[in-house]
């Protein structure tokens, strides 16, 4: 079991950025895929980024592609997410992800969640 604690959400304007963190603590999490979602309000939960602990492979949606930037820094334990030329509908809560099977995009395969922090982005 892995524990994850986010921080660093809050307010931006569009074309701004934001950087997102999760400090991951816990058993073997070095052989977790972690990845990032976000719930927007009255949506699901979908998949935004993902990288693994060893290793350059990065995974991103289509709709956030060359704005979002997800890396880890293993000294620290910790997983960003770097938002840049953030836009409205970016607005939701980003939720941090461990997953022990791999690559997922589908939320529903994810056992292990942070708290959620919120990123709102005003137009």
């Known amino acids: 079991q892995v524990q994850l604690v986010e921080s660093g959400g809050g307010l931006v304007q569009a074309g701004g950025s934001l950087r997102v963190s999760c400090a991951v603590s816990?058993?073997?999490?070095?052989?977790?895929?972690m990845g990032w979602f976000r719930q927007a309000p009255g949506k699901e939960r979908e998949f935004v980024a993902a990288?693994?602990?060893?290793?350059?492979?990065?995974y991103y949606a289509d709709s956030v592609k060359g704005r979002f930037t997800i890396s880890r820094d293993n000294s620290k334990n910790t997983v960003y997410l770097q938002m840049n030329n953030l836009k409205a509908e970016d607005t939701a809560v980003y939720y941090c992800?461990?997953?022990?099977?791999?690559?997922?995009?589908?939320?529903?395969?994810?056992?292990?969640w942070g708290q959620g922090t919120l990123v709102t982005v005003s137009s």
């Open positions: 990288i693994r602990w060893i290793g350059d492979n990065t």
């Open positions: 992800a461990a997953s022990s099977g791999g690559l997922q995009y589908n939320p529903r395969n994810i056992a292990s």
């Open positions: 816990g058993h073997a999490f070095s052989f977790y895929v």
